[in-house]
């Protein structure tokens, strides 16, 4: 295992440790597999929500579209947002919402 130079052994998550680059691609992959399941799940989804809402394919393609932007743009915004405001702020903000959410679902 390489040292550093003070004499201590590298950390085994620091760029100077051999296997780095394999924690860096295990990460990558597990990301791209994320993002294959999420994209199956809807395309399994959208015959049945083409029959309960009652939409055409030119319509429910809108729903992709939709999904792939909310996922492009979206996710990396909110974790910037997340690093600027604070993980501790966010977190609750995001609980808040979610309390609030379940709080008018179950009033509906």
Same mark, same amino acid.
């Given at each position: 295992?390489? =040292? =550093? !130079?003070? /004499? ?15 924690? $860096?691609? @295990?990460?990558?992959?597990? /990301?791209? @597999? ?5 994209? !199956?799940? &809807?395309? *399994? ?11 055409? *394919? =030119?319509?429910?393609?809108?729903? $992709?579209?939709?999904?792939? *932007?909310?996922?492009? #743009?979206?996710?990396?915004?909110? !974790?910037? $947002?997340?690093? $600027?405001? !604070? ?5 609750? *903000?995001? &609980? &808040?919402?979610?309390? #609030?959410?379940? #709080? ?5």
């Amino acid at each position: 295992m390489p =040292e =550093e !130079g003070n /004499g201590k052994k590298a950390a085994w998550l620091s760029p100077d440790h051999p296997s780095h680059k394999w924690w $860096v691609t @295990l990460a990558l992959m597990l /990301g791209i @597999l994320t993002q294959g399941l999420n994209f !199956g799940t &809807l395309n *399994v989804a959208l015959p049945s929500m083409m029959t309960n809402l009652r939409a055409d *394919v =030119e319509t429910i393609q809108w729903v $992709v579209t939709s999904f792939m *932007v909310t996922r492009t #743009v979206v996710m990396p915004t909110i !974790g910037w $947002v997340a690093a $600027v405001a !604070g993980s501790r702020t966010f977190y609750l *903000v995001g &609980l &808040l919402i979610y309390i #609030v959410g379940s #709080v008018l679902c179950g009033l509906s």
